[in-house]
C-alpha cells in the first residue's frame, strides 16, 4: 500500500521503539503482536522510513468502530504518487587547508 522497499518502522514517542526493521530476523517476534501489546492506543503516533527510497511517513492511529464489517484498518490521506529509489551522492573530495578553488601548492624555491 505504502510501495516501501526496506522500512524501519518506529513509535513516535521519542522512546525510539522499533516496531520493524529491514534488518532480516531483527523484530521478527512482533509481527504476530497487537499493536495494543506496544502502548499504541488511538492517538499514537508512527514513523515510516525508508532509507533506500528516502521516504518517511508519520502515521496517525485513530480508533474506529464505524468500519466495514471484516475491515480491520483503513488508510486515510495521501501517499506520493512516485516513489523511486534514493538518488546516488555525487563524489566528494578532499579539501584541507583551505578552500576548493583548484589551486596547485606552488613549486617555487623562492629564488
Same mark, same amino acid.
Given at each position: 500500500?505504502?510501495?516501501?522497499?526496506?522500512?524501519?518502522?518506529?513509535?513516535?514517542?521519542?522512546?525510539?521503539?522499533?516496531?520493524?526493521?529491514?534488518?532480516? $530476523?531483527?523484530?521478527?517476534?512482533?509481527?504476530?503482536? %497487537?499493536? #495494543?501489546?506496544?502502548?499504541? =492506543? +488511538?492517538? !499514537?503516533?508512527?514513523?515510516?522510513?525508508?532509507?533506500?527510497?528516502?521516504?518517511?511517513?508519520?502515521?496517525?492511529?485513530?480508533?474506529?468502530?464505524?468500519?466495514?464489517?471484516?475491515?480491520?484498518?483503513?488508510?486515510? $490521506?495521501?501517499?506520493?504518487?512516485?516513489?523511486?529509489? %534514493?538518488? #546516488?551522492?555525487?563524489?566528494? =573530495? +578532499?579539501? !584541507?587547508?583551505?578552500?576548493?578553488?583548484?589551486?596547485?601548492?606552488?613549486?617555487?624555491?623562492?629564488?
Amino acid at each position: 500500500k505504502f510501495a516501501m522497499v526496506a522500512p524501519d518502522v518506529q513509535i513516535d514517542d521519542g522512546k525510539g521503539t522499533i516496531l520493524i526493521s529491514s534488518e532480516e $530476523g531483527e523484530t521478527e517476534g512482533n509481527n504476530h503482536r %497487537k499493536l #495494543s501489546d506496544f502502548g499504541i =492506543r +488511538n492517538g !499514537s503516533r508512527l514513523q515510516a522510513d525508508d532509507f533506500l527510497q528516502d521516504y518517511t511517513l508519520l502515521i496517525n492511529v485513530l480508533h474506529s468502530e464505524d468500519l466495514e464489517k471484516d475491515v480491520e484498518f483503513e488508510v486515510v $490521506g495521501d501517499a506520493p504518487e512516485r516513489i523511486g529509489p %534514493k538518488p #546516488s551522492e555525487p563524489t566528494s =573530495r +578532499n579539501i !584541507s587547508n583551505g578552500s576548493d578553488d583548484g589551486a596547485q601548492p606552488s613549486t617555487s624555491t623562492g629564488n
